[in-house]
């Protein structure tokens, strides 16, 4: 590695490690070099670095390992996970623009695409992304903004008013809690507002979780059952309205 590649990579990584992900346009300006010299870099040293969808995180950020919260998660109910994603696959047709949410449970949507099928997903979270670069017909959408390791996903900037420019048919959402009073709830607060701009996109939005989740509360409330079209379990699709 040249002196000067170094020099950038070790800027690079002193960034990353504040900020946990940066976009390569910044980065490109941040290094006072071309968006071609930066994934060079990227490309160079993927022991660091990682590219995905317009954005350098941590190698470690990318299929292996997110996080501690989100890694514990992963293994909770996945059995049941996996069948309420099977059961939500059967949704998703050629052609459609979904929204995928992020957390742990739609990660397995992206396994029930097939690979034929050509769809646009638009997501807002590392591990979903990961997912979807593998399928060879998806065109996907990255929304960034803030990175917030927790759930391996972006909020704020431009990603509401990005969200709504898109003719969304189908939008696919993630819950910690559903109570038939309290309504729908995650952990985390960052994510409520691109969960209800998803919903307030969508022509159809469907609740995906698996029955653990029914009953519990969560810190964050973002939606009433009956904004979705239906909820979807390993039990099966029961329409909401």
């Known amino acids: 590695m040249s002196n000067r590649r170094a020099e950038r990579a070790i800027l690079l990584a002193e960034v990353l490690a504040k900020r946990g992900v940066l976009r390569l346009r910044e980065a490109a300006e941040m290094l006072n070099v071309s968006e071609m010299t930066v994934r060079r870099d990227i490309a160079s040293d993927p022991d660091r670095f990682a590219y995905l969808g317009g954005h350098i995180v941590k190698a470690g950020d990318i299929g292996g390992s997110q996080n501690y919260e989100i ?12 069948r309420a994603c099977a059961n939500a696959g059967r949704l998703i047709e050629p052609d459609d623009t979904i929204f995928i949410d992020c957390g742990t449970t739609l990660v397995h949507l992206i396994d029930q695409i097939p690979d034929d099928f050509s769809i646009t997903a638009i997501c807002y979270s590392m591990n979903v992304a990961e997912r979807l670069i593998r399928k060879p017909s998806v065109r996907l959408i990255l929304l960034g903004g803030l990175y917030h390791p927790v759930s ?9 008013e990005t969200l709504s420019r898109f003719g969304i048919n189908k939008a696919f959402l993630s819950a910690g809690g559903v109570d038939a009073a309290r309504g729908v709830s995650c952990s ?21 979780v698996d029955t653990s989740k029914i009953g519990r509360l969560r810190p964050a409330f973002f939606a009433q059952l009956t904004d979705f079209h239906a909820i979807v379990t390993e039990e099966g699709v029961r329409a909401t309205r």
């Not at 890694?71 to 109910?77: K, L, N, P, T, V």
């Not at 409520?192 to 969508?202: E, F, G, L, P, R």
Request: glycine share 10%.
């Open 71 to 82: 890694d514990q998660e992963a293994g909770s109910h996945a059995e049941a996970k996996l």
């Open 188 to 208: 985390n607060f960052h994510e409520v507002a691109i969960k209800q701009k998803a919903i307030a996109s969508a022509l159809a939005s469907y609740l995906v």
């Open 152 to 160: 391996a996903s972006f909020s704020g900037g431009e990603a509401g």
